[in-house]
């Protein structure tokens, strides 16, 4: 699997952003897929994830309302798009994928990483 971000930039506060990860070897629906963010110093955490054990999308509390994830299964493409932007969602953002077929969302299934494409949002 070989995923490829693109989007991030800096924002000002209240801005949106669309992130973009190319997959390549990877089968949507069956398998879980998702963006995570680490900002400096703090730990890898979920910002959204498609669940393949029950084929939902699940969002962390600190985006819930503001960040859509969405997919082309067809160009092969995950989106992560982001509104109402905020300082605290500064972070370098990686889109991931599971080998666990029908796989839920906890971080250690996901073994296939992107190199990441950092956001900085201005206050």
């Known amino acids: 699997v070989q995923l490829v971000e693109s989007g991030g930039g800096l924002i000002q506060a209240g801005g949106s952003l669309s992130l973009s990860c190319a997959v390549s070897g990877f089968s949507f629906g069956d398998y879980p897929i998702g963006w995570f963010r680490q900002a400096a110093g703090n730990e890898r955490e979920m910002v959204s994830c498609?669940?393949?054990?029950?084929?939902?999308?699940y969002y962390g509390d600190p985006v819930k309302g503001r960040f859509t994830m969405s997919s082309d299964n067809v160009k092969s493409t995950l989106y992560l798009q982001m509104d109402s932007l905020k300082p605290e969602d500064t972070a370098d953002y990686y889109c991931?994928?599971?080998?666990?077929?029908?796989?839920?969302?906890?971080?250690?299934?996901?073994?296939?990483w992107g190199q990441g494409t950092h956001v900085t949002v201005s206050s």
């Open positions: 498609y669940s393949g054990s029950d084929r939902s999308t």
């Open positions: 991931a994928t599971s080998a666990d077929y029908l796989g839920d969302c906890a971080l250690a299934h996901f073994g296939s």
